[in-house]
């Protein structure tokens, strides 16, 4: 059975972005922590420099290629970190009634419990005391970085490490 001839995206695809993918995952090895992540950002990259070329000529499609996946990159961790601090907002507010739930789930929470203190116990001690400060203590970023003496953008980039670091740890138990 005789394929069609490549359409002219799929050959401007296979000469100007395919040749780049090596170096393209290399880079985002850096930004990424997991492989999986890897994949799915490049997946991405090239879903949105085919939307792109299809609006119009690109100049330098490497050079987008790069800025796509960074952001790319960018937007799938903003997603976990949103993802991971409704999750610890949700532990913390949880207040169940120990005597109608079965031991087994006693057991269950309690450990759950003891692997978010070994994850947060494992943070560099300013993620430590900024994550503490703000979930547990209920403070804002304001009053963070009031008490603290740092920038709230500081304090900010502190709690975004401290919840994607407590993330990779969970994945790792």
């Not at 394929?3 to 393209?24: C, D, I, T, Y």
């Not at 494992?122 to 900024?130: Q, T, Y």
Request: proline content about 4%; some cysteine.
């Amino acid at each position: 059975m005789l394929l069609p001839p490549p359409s002219e995206q799929a050959r401007w695809f296979n000469s100007e972005v395919q040749p780049h993918e090596a170096s393209l995952r290399a880079y985002l090895q850096r930004l990424v922590p997991a492989w999986s992540d890897v994949d799915d950002v490049v997946q991405e990259s090239y879903v949105r420099i085919l939307q792109a070329q299809k609006r119009g000529k690109i100049d330098s499609p490497r050079g987008l290629l790069f800025a796509i996946a960074r952001n790319a990159a960018r937007d799938l961790f903003r997603r976990r970190s949103t993802r991971s601090e409704t999750q610890l907002e949700e532990i913390e507010r949880s207040d169940l009634d120990t005597e109608a739930i079965s031991v087994a789930e006693t057991v269950s929470r309690h450990q759950e419990e003891e692997l978010l203190a070994e994850a947060i116990q494992s943070l560099p001690e300013r993620c430590r005391i900024v994550l503490t400060l703000r979930k547990l203590d209920g403070l804002s970023q304001k009053e963070i970085s009031t008490r603290l003496g740092i920038a709230e953008h500081t304090v900010e980039i502190h709690l975004l490490n401290g919840l994607r670091r407590c993330g990779e740890y969970f994945a790792r138990r």
